[in-house]
């Protein structure tokens, strides 16, 4: 069990000029997200009935409260390098369902943005957050 969690923190082995890239790249795209997430917060805490696509057929209310779950608190654990492997995986699917099933009517203008965050977050689930991560410390404590 302990193997699996070193796993997950695992923040990669890198220079401090990749540590760094990756800090960066994972605080904007985390900032970024939480400004997308924040108008979808504030519509679930009001209170139905909600205007939100139900792109999966499990429910708008479930839609809504998996996207918040995303671009909410997954932006924020990202922003911290925490389970940074494990809170990418969230977003780059909500990104994905967004590009390809929700505007997959629509031109690529609107389909553009979803893409490109799905790509930064793809590259964050392979890559780890780098040293300068939350996950780093963790995985420094579990190291034998």
Not at 1 to 26: A, H, Q
Not at 92 to 101: D, E, G, N
Request: proline residues 4%.
């Amino acid at each position: 069990m302990k193997e699996i969690i070193k796993k997950w923190f695992d923040p990669g082995e890198y220079s401090n000029t990749v540590s760094f890239s990756l800090l960066f790249l994972r605080v904007v795209t985390g900032v970024f997200m939480l400004t997308h997430g924040y108008s979808k917060l504030l519509m679930l805490t009001a209170g139905g009935p909600y205007q939100f696509a139900d792109p999966l057929g499990m429910g708008v209310a479930t839609s809504l409260i998996l996207a918040v779950f995303a671009e909410v608190l997954c932006s924020i654990l990202l922003i911290f390098g925490l389970a940074t492997r494990f809170s990418a995986i969230p977003l780059l699917f909500t990104m994905l369902v967004a590009a390809l099933i929700v505007h997959a009517d629509d031109g690529f203008g609107r389909k553009e943005l979803p893409l490109l965050y799905a790509s930064v977050f793809f590259v964050i689930a392979l890559a780890g957050p780098g040293r300068f991560s939350l996950d780093n410390l963790i995985n420094k404590k579990l190291k034998v």
